[in-house]
């Protein structure tokens, strides 16, 4: 096992990547620290030459009382004050909600989007991470879907070559369960069906003795497709948005809304329960999980569709086997298993398929599930796995749109808009379903059916656009070497981590850095101060787990102290801006 690496049984929770927080109980509420900044001084770079953690800002903010416990939220330093009347409001803050708010954005209309809990705190971050055409799709003939994510493959891998990899796929052969010519034809489609430029086709693969699959498994074929950091990619479109002029507002829930005059009216809620409204001319409910109730609970609608919760859930476990690239193991019910490179000391397998129909906030992985795919593994790989090896766990649900199918494998993974309103009243987009690859393409497609609503509206502009941290470099390697050319002292893991994590915006993490001391305080993981203090002003971080386990992955590599550490440094942060309202 890598060193450093922390296992799930040092943890008080085993099953959702969120560890409690610490002593830390009163806090308070914040709007994005670099919305204020840019209002005041004209460029939140400006702040970087002092420690966030010892900001003395001169603002009177008024003080709300709140429970003990509750997490702090990034609204309560003046932000731009709310417009009287937004083009286009989004519920939702997983990647399609911020998919169309950056699309919206850039469009050149005014959005403002609010997210209940952190960006990416559900279905988003708990995926596979892959950015795939989706081969076992064409099994269920889903030719338009499969060939849309084929092209967005390329398209993201240039828009975030940080975080986005080309990974070759080896997919061993068990004649029982489908035989070569289908795995072949499906290849061949595979490789033809979407735009192909820099990835390369497959071919067949003849498997030696130092294979570490199972020596009665000696033919397989291989093919490509991409790897993505999933939260990242969320984190980066939302920050897209924001520079485009959109409103991003995290910890904030819409509690109710209702057309009026052509309007939506919509009243908002805050972590602290403190309330505010807004009014948008058009509403997109891109809640996921929570579509269908938010149109019936909040909105007092009836749903035009019905959706089906299903479940996923992924074990992550020390590196099985040697090299960059993943398998796709068939299993006797026809389902397939990836095993997926991660982080260069681990390997993800997943995923499963099950119906859910509890709260999707309390998903978590079951034992039939944990069972299941390491019996799949063991089928394929020399190396037996067992509950021991199991390093961490998670779960998420896939909100698809409710096609009556038996089989939840079975169910479509396309994307679903339903578009109600016009003749005065004013429209509402629900977005049901959909997967992380299109998201993109989703967020054109409801443009182009709010379109008739905003004649001014700009044309589509996201295809050719990188998202933050991809602008000027070509690969993260090479970037991390200019990095340690200009900064020697930095240890070579740590260049690599900033450069696949924030690419070329790790400049603006460094920017008025001479030494290692300018970074902080050392919390553990190679997690310094200076890095926090650029995601609370940067990323809406608030709570550990903001850093730890979606804006980066370090809760996977640091111990209960050093997760303390950083519980106790935002804690710090916090207190500061509490001195603020005493001034």
Known sequence: MGAGLARDSDRSDTTTPEPALGSCSQFFLFPPFDEFFQSKSGGCARVYQ?????????????????????????????????????????????????????????RGLSVFLCEKDDLASHTSSASSKLIHGGLRYLEHYEFRLVREALAEREVLLAKAPHIVKQMRFVLPHRPHLRPAWMIRAGLFLYDHLGKREKLAGSKSLKFGPDSPLKSEITKGFEYSDCWVDDARLVVLNAMAAREK????????????AHRSNGMW????????????????????????????????????LDSPYGIRLIQGSHLIVPKLY????????????????????????????????????????KVAITEGETDYMLKVVNAHFKKQ???????????????????????????????????SGGNGEAPILSVFGGKLTTYRKLAESAMAQLAPFFTQMRPSWTATASLPGGENMTTPEALAEAIRAKFDWVPSEIARRWSTTYGSRTWRLL???????????????????????YLCAEEWVTQPQDVLWRRTKLGLFTTPQEQDNVQRYLCKVEQNRAKIEAA
């Not at 010892?54 to 932000?79: D, Y």
């Not at 920017?511 to 203090?533: F, K, M, N, P």
Request: hydrophobic content about 35%; aromatic content about 6%; overall charge negative.
């Open 50 to 106: 002092l420690p966030f953690s010892q900001m003395n800002i001169n603002v009177r903010i008024p003080r709300r009382k709140r429970s003990r416990g509750q997490p702090m939220n990034p609204s309560t330093l003046p932000a731009p004050p709310l417009a009287e009347v937004y083009d286009v409001a989004v519920i939702g803050g997983g990647i399609n909600g911020v998919g169309i708010a950056a699309d919206a954005a850039g």
């Open 245 to 256: 002029g959109a409103h991003i507002h995290t910890q904030t829930r819409c509690i109710s």
């Open 265 to 300: 009216e919509m009243n908002m809620e805050r972590a602290d329960g403190s309330l505010f409204s807004i009014r948008a001319r058009a509403l997109v409910n891109a809640a996921g999980p929570w579509v269908a109730k938010f149109i019936k609970e909040d909105l007092k």
């Open 322 to 361: 040697e090299g960059a690239h993943a398998h796709i193991l068939q299993n006797e019910d026809q389902r397939i298993v990836f095993t997926i490179p991660y982080l260069n000391h681990l390997t993800i397998i997943g995923t499963t398929d099950r119906e859910y129909t509890g709260d999707p906030a």
């Open 385 to 419: 796995l067992s509950r021991d090896d199991i390093v961490h766990t998670y779960s998420g649900v896939r909100p698809l749109c409710n096609d009556e199918s038996d089989n939840p494998s079975a169910i479509t993974r396309d994307y679903t808009l339903s578009l």
């Open 511 to 533: 920017e008025g850095v001479q030494s290692l001391a300018d970074l902080g305080e050392h919390l553990g993981g190679g997690l310094y101060t200076r890095e926090v203090d």
